[in-house]
């Protein structure tokens, strides 16, 4: 008998890599145009620099589309040159409206994708198009993510925590509502390796980031950073039965500072009920 050819995978099929990377960054830096009737339009314009990521876009959807360059002049630069991917089928726009890429201003309101997908790709291209990766002017290794999204800055921060432990609070900042979510060091580099494995679909110049950051070491005399013990149902009711400091530390291997922390917390219904459960 002949074998077949295995059939290309079917478009924004998320659990491919490749087309959850393509989702995550089309939610971030893409533009769904809603026309008149069933007219409309997927736009992603980027720096030409950039362009090759394009391309790959192009190359993954089985519809027309165009890639086309201008230049004009912006608040950071008199001359700026970038790329435009448009992309105007209805049934692409359809398919990839239902995996939750909303029509018209969406930075609020786009989250991850409630269909199985390949979590850190999607992630990656979130973090190719809207955030940032290198070294801090101290020298340590960061990666970080603006978004105005709680859902997807929840999202990475749960990711890392399950990587690394570290945990992390978002919260908007006063001047524009946004989040910036930023990691350094350890955590940063964890990320990074992460995100950025060998052959993956990525901006080329943020693989070569996330490379360089993999060669950091922490210096000899620098000391590591603590993390962060999450507390545990049954502590709390270890702490809420002792009604004592000392006590309580002495049994949970904790300080009386984080003991009497805590317990005040739990009196005054600062920890949610649904908290370390």
């Not at 192009?58 to 448009?86: C, D, G, K, V």
């Not at 398919?95 to 994708?113: D, F, H, M, Q, V």
Request: hydrophobic share 35%; glycine share 6%.
């Amino acid at each position: 008998m002949a074998e077949h050819e295995p059939s290309a995978p079917q478009f924004m099929d998320l659990r491919v890599p490749e087309y959850a990377y393509m989702f995550g960054f089309l939610q971030a830096d893409g533009h769904l145009h809603q026309g008149a009737g069933q007219k409309g339009r997927l736009t992603v314009e980027i720096s030409v620099r950039d362009i090759e990521i394009l391309r790959e876009f192009q190359r993954l959807t089985p519809y027309n589309s165009t890639i086309s360059e201008r230049t004009r002049s912006t608040n950071f630069a008199e001359s700026h040159t970038s790329a435009t991917w448009t992309l105007c089928s209805l049934e692409a726009r359809t398919k990839l409206n239902e995996l939750g890429l909303p029509y018209g201003r969406k930075s609020k309101r786009i989250t991850p994708p409630r269909v199985e997908f390949s979590r850190r790709d999607y992630l990656r291209g979130v973090v190719d198009a809207d955030g940032s990766l290198g070294y801090t002017a101290q020298g340590f290794p960061f990666v970080s993510l603006t978004t105005a999204s709680t859902a997807v800055g929840v999202y990475l921060c749960r990711h890392v925590r399950q990587l690394s432990g570290v945990e992390r609070l978002i919260k908007r900042n006063t001047r524009d509502g946004i989040y910036n979510i930023n990691y350094e060091k350890e955590p940063a580099q964890r990320l990074a390796q992460d995100l950025y494995y060998p052959g993956c679909l990525s901006l080329e110049r943020k693989q070569l980031k996330a490379e360089a950051i993999a060669a950091w070491t922490r210096p000899a005399d620098m000391r590591a950073a603590h993390t962060r013990r999450r507390w545990k149902e049954w502590e709390d009711e270890i702490l809420l039965l002792a009604c004592d400091d000392a006590a309580a530390a002495k049994e949970l291997g904790r300080t009386e500072k984080s003991c009497h922390l805590r317990l005040w917390r739990l009196r005054t219904g600062q920890v949610p009920a649904r908290e370390e459960r």
